[in-house]
């Protein structure tokens, strides 16, 4: 009995780690919050705010989008060529986190975005 507890207990975890390990859809980010994720999707569109914050947002255009991504002034000089990612498929990883009603991650290096 306690071999088939420790057989179940080694399945679930298996099926538990390849779940997690899988890439969030950016509609379904909003479950994610508070844990470091990966989310693949198509960028809808990248923008420059007056300050100099850049969004990458997924699901939609602003402010229609379902995600973004969030490059604020202090790390754009790191990504010199974000705006060539709208309408590329990418993955962005990080903690989401929830900004005025909607998940994003905060990117701060070009080792979280990955183009498939």
Same mark, same amino acid.
């Given at each position: 009995?306690?071999?088939?507890?420790?057989?179940? &207990?080694?399945?679930? &975890?298996?099926?538990?780690?390849?779940? /997690?390990?899988? =890439? !969030?859809?950016?509609?379904?980010?909003? /479950?994610? !919050?508070?844990? /470091?994720?990966?989310?693949?999707?198509?960028?809808?569109?990248?923008?420059? %705010?007056?300050?100099?914050?850049?969004?990458? =947002?997924?699901?939609?255009?602003?402010? =229609? /989008?379902?995600?973004?991504?969030?490059?604020?002034?202090?790390?754009?000089?790191?990504?010199?060529?974000?705006?060539? &990612?709208?309408?590329?498929?990418?993955?962005?990883?990080?903690?989401?986190?929830?900004?005025?009603?909607?998940?994003?991650?905060? &990117?701060? %290096?070009?080792?979280?975005?990955?183009?498939?």
């Amino acid at each position: 009995m306690f071999r088939i507890a420790l057989v179940s &207990l080694g399945i679930a &975890l298996m099926v538990a780690t390849s779940a /997690h390990a899988e =890439n !969030v859809r950016p509609k379904d980010a909003g /479950h994610y !919050v508070g844990v /470091h994720s990966t989310i693949e999707g198509e960028v809808s569109q990248v923008s420059r %705010s007056g300050g100099g914050t850049t969004f990458i =947002n997924f699901g939609g255009r602003f402010p =229609n /989008h379902v995600f973004y991504g969030v490059i604020f002034r202090d790390h754009a000089d790191q990504f010199p060529d974000v705006f060539a &990612l709208e309408g590329r498929t990418i993955v962005i990883e990080g903690e989401v986190q929830v900004y005025k009603g909607k998940p994003q991650i905060i &990117l701060t %290096s070009p080792s979280q975005i990955h183009v498939r």
